[in-house]
């Protein structure tokens, strides 16, 4: 790191399973160096590992790249053998998904909403959280989860998701305490996802739940 | 969907030896800034030395294959593939000269907190190899279509007057070169000593 740049091999960020599409191995390169212009992440794996998660985008367009290896991407159901050196261009609304064809894929996907500029979603971060708590890392997991909250200001679902990771750590008064905030944010949409959330399950006997579904 | 291979994209040769390879023009991206780079040989420019201080974009630069070396800000980094560099700061130069002959680079960017707007220089680029091989036409026709995105950009005015000269739509030069030269002062300087105008340069209203 240097003065106004910075210099960083893919292979030296730590990879995060995504645990809650399928345990792929996500690099948070836009997090990592805190680039603001576009969303950017890496997906690595070796042969027959899911590198993309199925999902199709509301508002945004990607493009993957590539970097090493080789990906099969299906999208809307059509099979695309993708070798390194490969630009996969998608727009919003295309179900989109891939696995690794050889060991050490590793692929870039970068993407936006035209005429929008780009605001970090902190999914990564929350990515991160999960997979460092599962590993049993919690404080790794609350700085995660810090970042995602100094991010996400005003969006309900930040202090939400920071109350699933702690109810599922275990720690019920810090759950509450984000709870509460999200509830602050947006009552309604914390009534209606809490209601059958599973990752809120340990909180459900405890007095102060009521307040959450009032 | 759709796909390319980056050995599959345009190679558009540069005065100074990179080639620029377009992407973001290839797909028609409209989030964000991204372009690919490769170089005529070993040891040749590979990305030019610029800074972003007009347009303030970020950039990050990937090495998909190859070696290059990066002059950032005076110091020197060699870079092989999925190695990247981060330039945060617009005003530091940067540059990039390939080790390897098969190098490629790719480019992504964008400004801060702004709906990305795609840069007037890929038109320009674009119309390179078309003004060097005197297609006027077509040249004139890409400057035009960059008109049509980006209206009274100053530069872009003044280099579809230069493609109207050479191709001798005199009439049409003079009126792009006039309303460059209104919109900002320092094309007159330009059109001065630019050979492109020469064969306007004595009719009347020419604006310098």
Known sequence: ?214 | MNRSHVDELDKIEMPDGFVWRPVRRRFDIRAFGVNAYSAREAGSQIVEEHTESQLGHEEIYLVLRGRARFTIDGTDHELGPAQLVFVRDPSLRRGAVALDADTLVLAVGGKPGEPHEVSAWEWMFAAVPHARAERWDEAIRIHEEALADRPDHPALLYNLACMEARGGRHVDALLHLRRAIELDPKYGEYARGDSDFAAIRNEPGFPV
């Open chain 1, 1 to 214: 790191v240097a003065d106004g740049y910075e210099i960083l091999s893919l292979d030296d960020i730590e990879p995060v399973p995504y645990h809650q599409r399928g345990g792929q191995k996500l690099l948070g390169i836009e997090r990592r160096l805190g680039f603001r212009a576009a969303g950017i992440n890496g997906w690595v794996g070796d042969a027959g590992e899911p590198l993309v998660p199925k999902h199709a985008e509301d508002d945004e367009e990607e493009l993957y790249v590539v970097v090493r290896g080789r990906a099969t991407f299906t999208v809307d159901g059509e099979e695309v053998d993708a070798p390194a050196g490969t630009l996969v261009h998608l727009r919003a609304g295309e179900w989109r998904e891939a696995v690794a064809a050889e060991d050490g894929t590793l692929i870039v996907a970068v993407g936006g909403t035209p005429g929008r500029p780009h605001e970090p979603s902190g999914w990564t971060d929350f990515a991160a959280a999960d997979a460092y708590r599962r590993a049993g890392r919690l404080e790794d997991g609350r700085a995660a989860i810090a970042r995602m909250l100094e991010t996400l200001t005003d969006a309900w679902y930040a202090p939400y998701n920071a109350a699933c990771f702690e109810a599922l750590a275990g720690d019920s008064d810090r759950a509450f305490a984000h709870l509460a905030e999200a509830r602050r944010r947006d009552a309604d949409s914390v009534r209606k996802w809490a209601q059958e959330d599973p990752d809120l399950d340990p909180l459900r006997d405890d007095p102060r739940w009521q307040e959450v579904v009032a």
